[in-house]
């Protein structure tokens, strides 16, 4: 019988991983490596993909969405593979929190929308793909980011619990209630009708 129990240190170990994961800014070293600039200084000044877009540089916007998507996933694959459910539940939670509030940009990160759909797709790729498949209706019949990934967001535990995922759903939850917080600034525009829509430069 082992000494301590080592179960709590797991969590600790894959929540500090899934933080690592989740804050790394692939945007800002894509717009710097690519010579597009800071993005700190270019239309919204986040680090995501959709301001990326805003560089003109289609390329760099879509690694951005797919490496920023990996890090969430890469977060929930391995904590599952090594330590099971719940500690994958919580890497992907921390790789969202590490993407939002990244210690390297001093807590000044991205809306995470793309690393939310990113460990939904590992988590239970059904929900994410019908996450993902919410965003792009979304986003074709709305035309504007923010709204598409604030109705994703909120249908995200109703997907769950439409798929079959239940065990999930409280992560869903708090993952919405994130995003929604990060959204404020968003949302503010959307009500006054100044909310730029995709590929808008300002």
């Known amino acids: 019988m082992p000494l301590i129990d080592t179960a709590p240190l797991a969590l ?9 994961l989740g804050s790394i800014p692939f945007g800002l070293v894509l717009a710097r490596v690519m010579g597009l600039g800071n993005l700190r200084e270019i239309g919204s000044g986040n680090i995501g993909a959709t301001n990326v877009l805003r560089t003109g540089n289609r390329t760099a916007a879509a690694l951005t969405l797919l490496l920023d998507g990996g890090k969430g996933a890469a977060a929930v694959l391995l904590a599952r593979a090594f330590a099971g459910e719940d500690a994958a539940q919580l890497a992907g ?14 807590f000044a990160g991205g809306k995470g929308v ?57 992560l869903a939850i708090a993952l919405a209630a994130l995003i929604l917080w990060r959204h404020r600034g968003n949302i503010a525009r959307l009500l006054s009708g100044t909310e730029p829509k995709i590929g808008h430069k300002n």
């Open 12 to 20: 600790i170990v894959w929540a500090a991983i899934g933080y690592f």
């Open 93 to 106: 939670l921390m790789a969202f929190l590490g993407h939002c509030y990244p210690v390297w940009l001093r």
């Open 114 to 170: 793309a690393t939310f759909l990113g460990l939904l797709l590992a988590l239970a790729w059904p929900v994410g793909i019908a996450a993902c498949l919410t965003w792009l209706v979304a986003a074709a019949l709305t035309r504007i980011s923010s709204l598409s990934a604030l109705v994703a967001a909120l249908a995200a535990p109703l997907w769950m619990l439409v798929l079959g995922r239940s065990g999930a759903v409280l």
